[in-house]
């Protein structure tokens, strides 16, 4: 039985260690939309200057990330009790290099695959540290 809240934070994670989120990317479908909502900036789209979206189709969902990149792995604190027929469900973490601040994301699912993500964080999340030019 494969947990949806596990399978989404896992793979999640991995793509933040190994930089890669395709497998990740790949649990949504085509046409999958992604919502942010940032509590402490009462703002939908930006935090700490980054486009969040919403974005629509896995595309652009992409385009989101790629351009942006997640600075921190999360770390699940709540979910919904594991339930692969389930068309919705939850999760609560933190971030593991903000561990004051997270959030909370619901998963859209048709098939076990993600149709829509809304996440809702408390305030902006991790930026990566800023690499000097010429400091490779």
Do not use: C
């Amino acid at each position: 039985m494969i947990d949806p809240v596990a399978r989404h934070v896992a793979l999640f994670n991995e793509g933040v260690r190994t930089g890669d989120l395709t497998p990740w990317l790949n649990t949504f479908t085509d046409d999958a939309v992604l919502t942010f909502t940032v509590a402490s900036l009462g703002d939908t789209s930006t935090a700490a200057g980054v486009a969040l979206g919403p974005a629509s189709g896995r595309g652009e969902i992409e385009a989101v990330y790629k351009g942006h990149p997640p600075a921190s792995e999360m770390s699940l604190t709540a979910g919904s009790p594991a339930d692969p027929g389930a068309e919705t469900v939850f999760g609560e973490f933190f971030w593991v290099r903000a561990p004051d601040s997270g959030g909370r994301f619901t998963l859209h699912l048709d098939g076990g695959r993600t149709t829509r993500i809304d996440i809702e964080l408390d305030a902006p999340p991790p930026t990566r540290p800023q690499v000097p030019d010429g400091a490779d």
